[in-house]
């Protein structure tokens, strides 16, 4: 059964850091281009990064460059999301989602929250 | 940015009856386009990929159609487990881009 599960959320002070994990089971994690999409509370969907299967592509949306990293570790299952210089329009529910070579998302964690707010 | 404009926002209809979403890319997206259902409380699970190719285990009354700029999302015979919002997707180009999504309620 395919898995993903976010990790990581939490309540934060803006400007601070936190880093998302996202631990994948059930499918061959390597061959999958990994993403991070986020949803404002009651608002829409919003992509936030991508990385491909070996880390050689990685993109992001423009409201978090300079500030997120996406990595992966393909040994240990798992995807990151390093996030600095947090801002309270950073606050929202945090998905991972996997895509296999186009870039729609068959798969979508349960999103672990964060919420940025003094 | 491709810019992906839906609707319509909010959506009330009968049980059995045929619903249509739509969205608008504002430019050619190539048929690099997916609809999503997000029912309350739940992640989003993809529907229809490649603008008209059904998921597996997707219901067949969902389908999908369009081409170019213009796209849409066809419900047949509405169940009372579609009430969700409903969300289209660009990936054609990064950044990948949604359309601001369809609350569909049942009368």
């Known amino acids: 059964e395919v898995q993903l599960v976010e990790s990581g959320g939490g309540l934060v002070q803006p400007g601070r850091s936190l880093k998302l994990s996202c631990l994948a089971s059930g499918f061959t994690f390597s061959n999958y281009g990994m993403n991070w999409i986020r949803q404002a509370p009651g608002k829409g969907l919003e992509w936030v990064a991508s990385i491909s299967s070996s880390s050689s592509y990685i993109y992001y949306a423009d409201t978090v460059k300079g500030r997120f990293t996406i990595s992966r570790d393909n040994a240990k299952n798992t995807l990151y999301l390093q996030m600095t210089s947090l801002r309270s329009e950073d606050t929202a529910l945090y998905y991972c989602?996997?895509?296999?070579?186009?870039?729609?998302?068959?798969?979508w964690g349960p999103g672990t929250m964060v919420t940025v707010s003094s | 940015d491709i810019q992906m404009t839906q609707s319509p926002a909010s959506l009330s209809a009968s049980l059995g009856e045929t619903v249509t979403i739509e969205c608008r890319a504002s430019e050619d997206i190539y048929n690099g386009l997916a609809w999503y259902q997000q029912k309350p409380g739940k992640s989003p699970q993809l529907l229809i990929y490649n603008a008209n190719s059904l998921h597996t285990g997707v219901p067949s009354r969902f389908s999908g159609s369009g081409s170019g700029t213009q796209y849409s999302l066809k419900i047949n015979s509405l169940q009372s487990e579609d009430v969700a919002s409903y969300f289209c997707q660009q990936y054609y180009d990064y950044p990948f881009t949604f359309g601001s999504g369809t609350k569909l309620e049942i009368k």
């Open positions: 989602a996997r895509h296999k070579v186009a870039g729609y998302f068959d798969f």
